[in-house]
T-cell receptor
Framework: NAGVTQTPKFQVLKTGQSMTLQCAQD?????MSWYRQDPGMGLRLIHY???????DQGEVPNGYNVSRSTTEDFPLRLLSAAPSQTSVYFC????????????????FGPGTRLTVT | EDQVTQSPEALRLQEGESSSLNCSYT??????LFWYRQDPGKGPEFLFT???AGEEKEKERLKATLTKKESFLHITAPKPEDSATYLC???????????FGKGTKLSVKP
């Protein structure tokens, strides 16, 4: 099992550019999520998905878009990059508690370090 | 509002010097408290889940405990390889998403 994989590892964008951060998992997890991690702050949830075709907003969704067409993949799109989106982005996945959409413990990818100039 | 506060922000220990990290939380209806370890430049690595007050879990030199208002991560006789940032999170809200604290950065000197 590769677990949760993320590409790219590093990216530099200019203000206004768009890009997609890729996330894939091979554990057949229903639940997937995107977080950003900034210095002095905890991990903050951007968007999450409880299964293919279902997504919802987290704490800080503005400026980001997601879709979930397969169980394995959960890409995060930056529509028009801004310096405030400079951060480290983590994707995570987990099984859901049977009969609910509540996730068990989440497993994280290695992260993408994004700089917007 | 659901909230997680970790203390101290940073902790420096000598090898073999036992100590504890604190995670206090306010959440409506706790549905799990999670501890993670994060090494520099890497993603968080899952350590423990605790569900109810009085529960304890152990792994090597680490033991996590839970009360109704806080959790402790006890580190017994730490080694330099235990140096990392330790994150605490609670599951709250109607969707059960994780709410993270800011972490405690632990440094263990030989």
């Amino acid at each position: 099992n590769a677990g949760v994989t993320q590409t790219p590892k590093f990216q530099v964008l200019k203000t206004g550019q768009s890009m997609t951060l890729q996330c894939a998992q091979d554990m057949n997890h229903e639940y997937m999520s995107w977080y950003r991690q900034d210095p002095g702050m905890g991990l903050r949830l951007i968007h999450y998905s409880v299964g293919a075709g279902i997504t919802d907003q987290g704490e800080v969704p503005n400026g980001y878009n997601v879709s979930r067409s397969t169980t394995e993949d959960f890409p995060l799109r930056l529509l028009s990059a801004a310096p405030s989106q400079t951060s480290v982005y983590f994707c995570a996945s987990s099984y859901s508690i049977p009969g609910t959409e509540t996730p068990y413990e989440q497993y994280f990818g290695p992260g993408t370090r994004l700089t917007v100039t | 509002e659901d909230q997680v506060t970790q203390s101290p922000e940073a902790l420096r220990l000598q090898e073999g010097e036992s100590s504890s990290l604190n995670c206090s939380y306010t959440v409506s209806g706790l549905r799990g408290l999670f501890w993670y370890r994060q090494d520099p430049g890497k993603g968080p690595e899952f350590l423990f889940t605790l569900y109810s007050a009085g529960e304890e879990k152990e792994k090597e030199r680490l033991k996590a405990t839970l009360t109704k208002k806080e959790s402790f991560l006890h580190i017994t006789a730490p080694k330099p390889e235990d140096s990392a940032t330790y994150l605490c999170a609670v599951r709250g809200g109607s969707q059960g998403n994780l709410i993270f604290g800011k972490g405690t950065k632990l440094s263990v000197k030989p």
